[in-house]
């Protein structure tokens, strides 16, 4: 039998405001949080130092004032290792892409335990400036950012979109943020966790027409570790665990728009994504327990919902307002809060998710717990989904 | 160039908020979108259409790319109205943008002008125009009444 990928073991500090202000007295430095959230999942995990072989660093914002964080963590570690020690980057994949690569480190038999973790602090530079960032990120820097064009700015294009096709309406987006900020208030590592009504979600200011405040994801630090481990030694080890059953990536070949027009709330990256990871896993969509999508906007979430085949094409936003994707309905999506509630630490977003499926999988969720769940899917993304990351996750108890 | 498609032209005052850069290549496009001309590249080898233009055929990677006149027409496949904007752009916001379909086949996106008396909604036909602040040309969009092309 070819070697599996376990998940074994995980830690994280709640989303919210973590970074100080310049100005401040006391500052809060990333790597003593990041070294606590080592020690934390290598205890839960059950493993020993010596066995990490292996890490995948997220990269940090630019406003981590220590650079090379990760060789600098090894230090602070006294972490020796002869598999691979590397950040990675993919914008918003960055987190799918750490955990992708650290399942690489097993099975190339470079390490039996791998760790994938990072930290994102940005929560003190104002969303203005952080802008003048991230408008360069998606889309020709000179051909659209000289536009005014923004990030969430796509996603509000889908929406307006999806509406037209469709004739979803503003309330049927917006129940996949009321529904999300339930599951948020049952998270503890959530950011925003106090319940919302659909009345109040339609009536937010506008932030990029047809999506208001609680449509689009707020902005908050956070850091997260995952063990992953060898099926071998995760069965050694005589925890429940969750391992690898199925990964799909594709990359369209767009960024953000194709000149050559195609329909883009298909969301074919991350369909033929899904389809890839299904068809290793040896199941389908109807299989799945639940689903962490990486869905910065409410909009996206019912768009991938309808790429990885757990909603019908048009039906997405009909069944998050029908109660199909909250707990306890037909498939519980985004159990932990997604991106709108839980939290958007862009970099790190993903690790979350991750966490969520680990949570479940184990049947360690508390009052959020899918009973049963026994496969989950977690998937990142790039540009306006121009590249999808898709892994299947089995419980193993 | 013979059969180049003008564009009109609207004067702006102040400066780009983001300049775009121009390179020996792009400057071509940028130097001639001041003068209302309206163009993009096309491969000498596949034949197909590109925009933005490239040195590069994103298609068949040929080299052999030329200059060639865009269409002036087409319709808004989606739109959006920017109110949270960069710092750069905060003193414009709230602004539309938009993607439109030309009707020679080429996808592009680009801000959205001259909307106040149109709804704005995916179909609506829209014509290209340059923007010409201070400091140099943007591309631009605005709705156009269906029986009234120009």
């Not at chain 1, 060789?71 to 993919?90: D, I, K, P, W, Y």
């Not at chain 2, 290549?25 to 925009?51: I, M, N, V």
């Not at chain 2, 960069?86 to 414009?92: D, G, H, K, L």
Request: proline share 5%; aromatic share 8%; hydrophobic share 40%.
């Amino acid at each position: 039998m070819s070697r599996r990928v376990a998940l074994i073991g995980t830690s994280a500090i709640p989303i919210g405001r973590h970074q100080t202000a310049d100005n401040e007295a006391l500052q809060v430095l990333e790597h003593e949080i990041m070294t606590r959230l080592v020690s934390e999942a290598v205890r839960d995990a059950g493993v020993n130092k010596e066995d990490i072989q292996s890490l995948v660093f997220t990269l940090p914002r630019p406003y981590t004032r220590q650079k090379y964080f990760h060789t600098f963590l090894m230090g602070q570690l006294r972490l020796a290792c002869r598999g691979s020690v590397m950040e990675v980057m993919g914008n918003g994949m960055t987190a799918a892409l750490a955990f992708d690569k650290a399942c690489d480190e097993i099975l190339l038999g470079r390490a039996e335990v791998a760790l994938a973790l990072g930290i994102n602090m940005e929560s003190a530079v104002s969303a203005a400036e952080h802008m003048m960032s991230s408008m360069r990120t998606t889309g020709d820097v000179d051909f659209h950012t000289s536009a005014g064009f923004t990030p969430i700015a796509w996603y509000a294009m889908d929406a307006t979109r999806y509406m037209h096709e469709h004739g979803a309406t503003r309330e049927q987006l917006g129940a996949v943020a009321v529904k999300n900020r339930y599951h948020a208030s049952l998270n503890p590592l959530a950011q925003y966790r106090k319940l919302i009504t659909l009345e109040e979600v339609v009536s937010q200011r506008p932030i990029v027409e047809p999506l208001g405040l609680y449509d689009v994801p707020p902005r908050g630090d956070g850091a997260a570790c995952l063990v992953l481990a060898s099926e071998e030694v995760a069965g050694s080890i005589g925890r429940p665990y969750a391992v690898v059953r199925g990964r799909g990536f594709c990359h369209d070949g767009s960024h953000q728009i194709s000149d050559v027009p195609n329909d883009m709330i298909a969301f074919t990256s991350a369909q033929q994504a899904a389809r890839a990871a299904y068809g290793q896993a040896g199941i389908t969509a109807a299989d799945l327990d639940l689903a962490e999508l990486y869905a910065p906007c409410t909009i996206v979430e019912v768009l991938v919902s309808e790429a990885i085949g757990i909603c019908a094409r048009g039906q997405g936003a009909r069944a998050a307002f029908e109660g199909e994707t909250r707990l306890g309905g037909r498939i519980p999506v985004s159990t932990s809060g997604g991106l709108t509630s839980r939290g958007h630490p862009a970099y790190v977003t993903s690790l979350y998710n991750y966490v969520e499926l680990a949570d479940q999988l184990r049947g360690r969720a508390g009052e959020r717990q899918v009973k049963g769940a026994r496969l989950g899917l977690a998937t990142g993304e790039l540009g306006n989904y121009n590249a999808a990351l898709i892994h299947v996750l089995e419980a193993m108890p | 160039m013979s059969n180049a498609t003008q564009l009109a032209i609207v004067p702006v005052a102040g400066t780009l908020s983001y300049p775009p850069r121009q390179s020996a290549f792009t400057q071509a496009f940028w130097s001639g979108l001041r003068e209302g001309r309206w163009q993009t590249t096309c491969c000498e080898d596949c034949s197909k259409l590109t925009f933005p233009p490239k040195p590069v055929c994103p298609h068949c990677w040929s080299t052999r790319v030329a200059w060639r006149p865009l269409g002036s027409f087409g319709t808004l496949y989606s739109w959006t109205r920017i109110h949270a904007a960069p710092s750069v752009f905060a003193s414009e916001a709230p602004y539309a943008v938009g993607i439109v379909d030309l009707a020679d086949g080429v996808r592009l996106a680009c801000r959205l002008t001259g909307t106040e008396s149109f709804v704005l909604a995916p179909g609506l036909p829209v014509e290209m125009l340059v923007l010409l602040y201070e400091d140099g040309p943007l591309f631009a969009a605005r709705p156009v009444r269906d029986d009234t092309p120009s």
